[in-house]
């Protein structure tokens, strides 16, 4: 009759760091093996300490963890606070672009107006036969093109004034007033 053989080994161990970047630890092994002679069965205790006596040894290893949070609590803050000014600058860089598409509607149906007129003129100059009919359709053209303008200027600063409200937590069915200002200028902290 012949025996199967067979091995097992299990071994268990815990470790500490000691308070000056050294670390203690003991490990114990066991392991058995069935040959085809006599079963045989080990085992095996091992103690260790390191510490490294010069590069990295000392009361800083020990207080390590505490640098390296406090240098992440930092940099923390200073992302924080840079996002922070990212923050308002955009929103003032917004809130200064929708006062310039304001502004560039009131010169859109100022536009409109005097395309407007002249349109008139060249019904009236029209009658007197100073112009041709084509002159008219030009103009009524131009007036046409005006409206169309002045309609998808108008349709664009709905749309920034919704997205501005929605970067502000603001619902875009409410509706906003924004009013020019004067900018008072003061040199920042560096």
């Known amino acids: 009759v012949t025996r199967g053989t067979g091995a097992e080994n299990l071994s268990i161990g815990i470790s500490q760091k000691l308070p000056f970047g050294g670390s203690a630890g003991i490990t114990y092994g066991h392991g058995g093996s ?32 505490l640098v390296a949070a406090e240098r992440g609590f930092e940099y923390s803050r200073r ?8 923050l308002l600058i955009g929103v003032v860089e917004v809130y200064f672009g929708l006062l310039q598409q304001e502004n560039s509607i009131r010169n859109f149906e100022r536009n409109l107006e005097n395309i407007r007129k002249q349109a008139r003129r060249a ?25 169309g303008a002045l309609a998808q200027a108008r349709e664009q600063v709905k749309l920034a004034q919704d997205a501005f409200k929605l970067d502000l937590g603001l619902p875009p069915a409410l509706g906003i ?8 200028y003061r040199a920042g902290a560096m």
């Open 79 to 86: 992302t924080f606070e840079f996002r922070r000014q990212s």
């Open 34 to 65: 069935q040959l085809v002679g006599p079963d045989s069965y080990s085992g095996s205790l091992t103690v260790s300490v390191t510490q490294p006596l010069l590069r990295g040894a000392g009361l800083r290893v020990s207080a390590e963890e």
């Open 123 to 147: 019904q009236i100059r029209e009658q007197f036969g100073q112009v041709t009919r084509t002159d008219v359709f030009r103009s009524q053209l131009e007036v046409t093109r005006a409206e």
């Open 177 to 184: 007033a924004l009013e020019p200002a004067a900018v008072e």
